[in-house]
């Protein structure tokens, strides 16, 4: 008998008909001798109708009450696939983040986990209860309901793992897998049957829509064995384990697993500011105050005693970073302060790497010969990310794709 941690996305409980499938593959587990952990998203398209009446009523939510509001669609599938489970004669019982007492931090809408009481769940698992969780979400120290962001029950689900010891970590999507780049745009991407925690965290930070980079994050500082299926076909998935469990000989043959890109980009840049010690924090400290994240970042050395600052963030913080930008210009003694919302990032990423000279080189003469010029570069020792307009991305990861015949299996 194995504890396995099963989590549920939107699309897979997107309807009572899937949700009562879903339940019909909770029991085939459960028969087969197993203690299920069921986390759930909210049913497809529910978190954005709520975020669409919370902003018909003002563009600006205030954050505390947009997570009570966003927190109300997981409520409905944790009851429904309880409902779903009970009237099959299964035992099970739903919890909020709250009743499980999901501790986060205070930062509402993109709230961090800090601490997990598994004792309930304990207790109904030993009961031969199914225990169904509310993803997304949790309560911070003075009560209030916090979300943990978008792909939040990802998260959810692997800490629930990590704090209950699951012997499986299960992500169910509408993927049957994690891919060498995303099928829509490549006809003949490859499934892969492993991959590393670490070339998924490059992945998922880089625009991967599979997980949640912080489910990954978990998984690995914690050992949970994660494994990404599709709800509605068999087969075996994406195993991620850690680098030492893949074949040395496999891992020396393949330089790249994938590719990942993102749209939602935005660059900004603070041009002519004074080139000396603590320029940095002046341009990103009231940046990070906001609670926006940078991404990439370029400074160039000028001749005059200045330089220009660039760096990237979401898309959807673009207005309030470059709004940010202009107040602190005249302080910081800026020229300008310009920006582009119409780029996008493109990267390769591949443990092989480490032992391979030359990726960097031929994914720009690749990109090159397709009159793609690259915008900003940024490099790891398992990834190289490029910033491109956005209008060559599909281009761009077509391209790459062949170059490194990433359809074909090692």
């Known amino acids: 008998m194995a504890l396995i941690v099963q989590k549920y996305g939107g699309t897979s409980v997107g309807s009572p008909e ?15 001798g197993h203690q299920l952990v069921v986390v759930v998203s909210a049913m497809s398209g529910e978190t954005d109708r709520l975020i669409g009446l919370a902003k018909a009523i003002t563009p600006r939510p205030t954050p505390r009450e947009l997570d009570v509001l966003l927190a109300t669609g997981e409520q409905v599938t944790i009851a429904l696939l309880c409902i779903a489970l009970e009237k099959r004669g299964c035992p099970a019982r739903s919890y909020t983040g709250g009743q499980v007492r999901i501790l986060t931090d205070n930062a509402f809408n993109k709230a961090r986990i800090q601490d997990i009481q ?3 769940m304990r207790a109904d698992l030993d009961a031969g209860r199914v225990v169904v969780v509310a993803g997304f979400q949790g309560v911070d120290g003075d009560g209030n309901i916090t979300t943990l962001g978008r792909g939040g029950s990802d998260t959810t689900g692997v800490a629930l793992a990590a704090a209950l010891k699951a012997d499986e970590c299960q992500i169910y999507t509408d993927v049957d897998g994690v891919y060498t780049t995303d099928p ?14 670490e070339e998924m965290l490059e992945m998922a930070s880089l625009g991967s829509k599979v997980l949640q980079i912080r489910s990954v994050e978990f998984a690995g500082k914690h050992n949970v064995p994660l494994r990404v299926l599709s709800t509605f076909q068999e087969g075996p998935g994406t195993l991620i384990t850690f680098e030492e469990a893949l074949a040395v000989e496999s891992m020396e043959k393949e330089q790249i697993s994938g590719i990942a890109f993102n749209r939602d980009e935005a660059k ?14 002046s341009i990103l400290g009231p940046v990070s105050q906001a609670n ?12 005059d005693g200045t330089t220009d600052f660039t760096f990237t963030v979401h898309r959807n913080d673009y207005e309030r970073t470059l709004e940010i930008l202009k107040d602190h210009a005249a302080r910081l003694g800026a020229r300008e302060v310009s920006g582009d919302n119409r780029i996008a990032k493109l990267s390769l990423v591949g443990i092989g790497m480490r032992s391979h000279a030359g990726v960097a080189s031929k994914m720009f003469e690749a990109l090159g010969k397709e009159g793609i010029n690259i915008r ?22 077509r391209t790459l794709h062949e170059v490194f015949e990433l359809e074909k299996s090692v």
Not at 268 to 281: C, Y
């Open 18 to 32: 899937r949700i009562e499938s879903v339940a019909e593959k909770v029991i085939d587990w459960r028969e087969r």
């Open 118 to 120: 598994a004792d309930a």
């Open 184 to 197: 829509r745009i490549v006809s003949d991407a490859r499934r892969l049957n492993r991959i590393t925690f």
């Open 268 to 281: 900004l840049t603070v041009s002519g500011v004074p080139d000396r010690p603590g320029i940095a924090f």
């Open 292 to 303: 926006i994240e940078v991404d990439m970042i370029v400074q160039n050395i000028g001749h």
């Open 376 to 397: 900003m570069i940024s490099t790891s020792e398992i990834k190289i990310s490029v910033v491109v307009d956005e209008k060559y991305l599909e281009l761009g990861v």
